[in-house]
């Protein structure tokens, strides 16, 4: 096995992504716990769930609190193949695709409310077909919905296991968070449920960054074994 292939993963992404998603702790800690703590003001009470216009906006606030705080957690993901991950390190893989990355964040936000008119099985199924785009993103990638295709093809089969085990832990998320808002109602459930989604949101964000990682040509190490600095 190649020595770049050592900096992603040798069996399991997944279980590899469990390891070194901890590099970044110093980000995706407060980011987690920011927006956990900011999704639990935004939940509403039962009572004022007819209020059809204050929810759709208290949704959509929702979302982009998430996609914001998804750019730290996506850059730390993308690092920490490298070895500990801080704030100055973060703002240096973020500088310059900000932009990009909020214009393919809000076009997946559209897509993924369209999907979820039709169903909820078509929402994660968009998502396992457009994991990458938002990691392209980040990465600076030109066209992150080729790069997406591309890793995709190239890591077949490894995407298909990993997309149907994250999918399924997902879905059992979504239903154990249902349970957890029942017994504890906002906006403690909101905040126990936040917290939980966000650790495991940069955990299968690690492991996707492993994937698209390790079919990048820009990560061979040189002759002395260095990892390359991306631009």
């Not at 900011?38 to 209020?51: H, K, T």
């Not at 199924?125 to 997406?148: C, E, M, Q, W, Y």
Request: aromatic share 10%.
């Amino acid at each position: 096995m190649c020595s770049s292939d050592l900096m992603t993963y040798r069996i399991s992404a997944l279980g590899r992504a469990a390891l070194i998603m901890w590099r970044g702790w110093r980000v995706v800690l407060p980011v987690v716990v920011a927006n956990a703590l900011l999704q639990s003001l935004l939940a509403m009470p039962d009572g004022s769930l007819e209020q059809g216009a204050l929810l759709m906006l208290l949704a959509v606030l929702s979302a982009v609190a998430f996609l914001f705080g998804y750019a730290f957690i996506g850059a730390s993901a993308l690092l920490s193949p490298r070895g500990p991950v801080r704030w100055t390190d973060v703002r240096r893989q973020l500088a310059g695709t900000l932009a990009p990355y909020a214009l393919w964040a809000l076009i997946l936000l559209l897509a993924t409310g369209a999907a979820m008119v039709l169903h909820r099985g078509a929402a994660l199924l968009l998502h396992s077909v457009t994991v990458f785009v938002l990691i392209a993103a980040l990465d600076g990638k030109r066209n992150p919905l080729a790069a997406n295709v591309r890793t995709i093809g190239r890591r077949f089969w490894r995407w298909l296991v990993t997309a149907a085990i994250t999918t399924a832990v997902i879905a059992v998320g979504i239903g154990l968070a249902g349970v957890t808002m029942f017994f504890l109602r906002a906006p403690l459930g909101a905040l126990v449920v936040w917290l939980v989604a966000g650790l495991l949101v940069s955990w299968m964000t690690t492991a996707w960054a492993l994937i698209y990682l390790k079919r990048d040509p820009d990560l061979a190490p040189d002759a002395a074994g260095t990892y390359p600095e991306r631009a």
